[in-house]
């Protein structure tokens, strides 16, 4: 079992930047893959990043391509993703996951954190 708490979202103007984190329990984090998605109010939960078991293997949509990125400390347990040149359509609530391969889908992850809300205004 692993738990998963998100942090770090909020309310930030349109080119900004915010860094999400989400905190990890168990043991064995690190053979985890990690992802993250989100969700706008009306539409389907989108993939936006993930990370295998080191920084060098990641995948990123490519509306977030170039402006975000994924990485994860094992040794803190925790998984991060750092979103530069912010947009009115990053708003979401946004959500990290557990599974065990690196996937775009959501059905590949077991464990889901409770989300953290994202708004970019214009």
């Known amino acids: 079992q692993v738990q998963l708490v998100e942090s770090g979202g909020g309310l930030v103007q349109a080119g900004g930047s915010l860094r999400l984190s989400c905190a990890a329990s168990g043991r064995t984090f690190s053979s985890y893959a990690m992802g993250w998605f989100r969700q706008a109010p009306g539409k389907e939960r989108e993939f936006v990043a993930a990370?295998?078991?080191?920084?060098?293997?990641?995948i990123y949509a490519d509306s977030v391509k170039g402006r975000f990125t994924i990485s994860r400390d094992n040794a803190k347990n925790t998984v991060y993703l750092q979103m530069n040149s912010l947009k009115p359509e990053d708003t979401a609530v946004y959500y990290c996951?557990?599974?065990?391969?690196?996937?775009?889908?959501?059905?590949?992850?077991?464990?889901w954190g409770q989300g953290t809300q994202v708004t970019v205004s214009s």
């Open positions: 990370v295998m078991w080191s920084d060098i293997d990641t």
């Open positions: 996951a557990a599974g065990g391969l690196k996937s775009m889908s959501p059905s590949a992850y077991m464990y």
